[in-house]
């Protein structure tokens, strides 16, 4: 049984910020990369920032230099620091794990809403 929780989002007004957490348990051997991925209505889910577990990060050009990814190892942890917030970052935001064997897992998502 594997588990991803997520915690930390929530309404913030434009150029506010928010941190993301995602924290990964149970049977999931290695984890390789740990990302986050986001939705919004009516749009197709996409890649927000991921990070190998060497720390190689690929960011989306939409987020670049706003937002941060970063995690632990240790204890299976992957955090998005989230700056200068837009009113089109407003989504549903998932973490999304990838072990050693290529099997990948999702989180239940986490709201987050910009706007005034």
């Known amino acids: 049984q594997v588990q991803l929780v997520e915690s930390g989002g929530g309404l913030v007004l434009p150029g506010g910020s928010l941190r993301l957490s995602c924290v990964a348990s149970g049977s999931i051997l290695r984890i390789d990369v740990m990302g986050w991925y986001r939705q919004a209505p009516g749009k197709q889910r996409e890649l927000v920032a991921a990070?190998?577990?060497?720390?190689?990060?690929n960011y989306a050009d939409s987020v670049k230099g706003r937002f941060t990814i970063s995690r632990d190892n240790a204890v299976n942890t992957v955090l998005l620091q989230m700056n200068s917030l837009k009113p089109e970052d407003t989504a549903v935001y998932y973490c999304?794990?990838?072990?050693?064997?290529?099997?990948?897992?999702w989180g239940q998502g986490t709201q987050v809403t910009v706007s005034s």
């Open positions: 990070i190998t577990r060497g720390g190689s990060i």
């Open positions: 999304k794990v990838i072990n050693r064997l290529g099997t990948d897992y």
